[in-house]
C-alpha cells in the first residue's frame, strides 16, 4: 500500500488530475487571487476579462497594464511602471497610446533625475553642475517646477561666492605684497647697519 502511494503516477491517478487543473483555472492569470467561480466573466479584484475573444482580452489586459503603471509612476517606481507599458506594447506592439505613454514616462522619470541631480550638486556648493541639469530641464520642459526659481537662487550664490573669492584673493596678494615689502625693508635695515659698522671700525682703526 505504501508503495502505491509513493508512485507518482498512481498518487496523482488517486488525487485526481482534474482537481489539480480546477485549481489552477480558479484563480486569476493577472493577480492570481481566486475566482468565485468557474466560469467568471471577469475578475471581481483587478477588472481583467477572463472570457472573450482574444483581442478583448488583449485590450483588458493593456488597461490592466495603464493602472499599474500609473500607480508606479505615481510612486515614482519609474523602472517598474515603464516595464509594464512595454509589456502593453508586446500585447499590441503598433498601439500608439501606449507609445506616447511609454515617451512621457521615460521623460518625465529624466526630468525627476536631473532635478535631483541638482539639488544634490547645488547642496554640495557644485553650483556649475548644478545650473547645468537645470539648463537641461529648462530646455526641454521650461515651466517645470520651480526650476527657474533655482537658477535665479544658484547664480545669486555663484556671484556671492565668486565676490567672497575676490576679496579672499584680494587679502592674499595684499598679504604677499607686504611680506615682500617687509623683506626688502628687513634687507636694507641690515645693510644700513653693516655699513655703520663697517665704517665705525674703520674710523676707529684711523
Known sequence: ????????GAFWAFVG???ILIA???QCPNCQKKLQSLTAVYCPHCGMILKGK????DQSRI???YRQAEECVKNEEWAEGIYLLIDALRLEPNNNETQKRIKVARHDYRMTRLYEWSEEHYFARNFEAALQNLQEIQEEQPDYQDVQTMIDEIEIEARHLDKKHIRKNRR????NKSAVGLYYLLIMAFVIVLLTALSLFFTTVV
Open 63 to 65: 488597461a490592466m497594464l
Open 24 to 26: 489552477q483555472a480558479h
Open 172 to 175: 592674499k596678494r595684499f598679504i
Open 1 to 8: 500500500m505504501h508503495g502505491w502511494l509513493s508512485s507518482g
Open 17 to 19: 488530475w482534474d482537481s
Open 54 to 57: 482574444q483581442k478583448d482580452l
